[in-house]
């Protein structure tokens, strides 16, 4: 099992950055792959980036450029950076995890393990 619980959502302006974290409980954690993923009012939860076991990252086209993904295997963390943020990004973003070198990284169901989400609102 592994626990996730994120934090560092909040209110932003159109342009400002945030950093959301992602603290684990277990073991598992530096065996594990870390998603983000958000959901937006009235939308489809949508992958926006993540981070293999290796450090190898991946990002949503939305997401390139803008958000940085990277962990703390010794703090069992994982971060989220977002930088220029648009009123359009305002979501739930959520954590997850998943066993290394299984399932497909931008599929949400192929994580088991979520966060209970932290809300980031962008205003215009």
């Known amino acids: 099992q592994v626990q996730l619980v994120e934090s560092g959502g909040g209110l932003v302006q159109a342009g400002g950055s945030l950093r959301l974290s992602c603290a684990a409980s277990?073991?598992?954690?530096?065996?594990?792959?870390m998603g983000w993923f958000r959901q937006g009012p009235g939308k489809e939860r949508e992958f926006v980036a993540a981070?293999?076991?290796?450090?190898?990252?991946y990002y949503a086209d939305s997401a390139k450029g803008r958000f940085t993904t990277y962990r703390d295997n010794a703090k069992n963390t994982v971060y989220l950076q977002m930088n220029s943020l648009k009123p359009e990004e305002a979501a739930v973003y959520y954590c997850?995890?998943?066993?290394?070198?299984?399932?497909?990284?931008?599929?949400?169901?192929?994580?088991?393990?979520w966060g209970q989400g932290t809300q980031v609102t962008v205003s215009s």
């Open positions: 981070i293999r076991r290796s450090g190898t990252t």
């Open positions: 277990g073991r598992t954690f530096s065996n594990s792959d």
């Open positions: 997850a995890a998943k066993p290394a070198v299984l399932g497909e990284i931008p599929v949400s169901h192929h994580y088991p393990y």
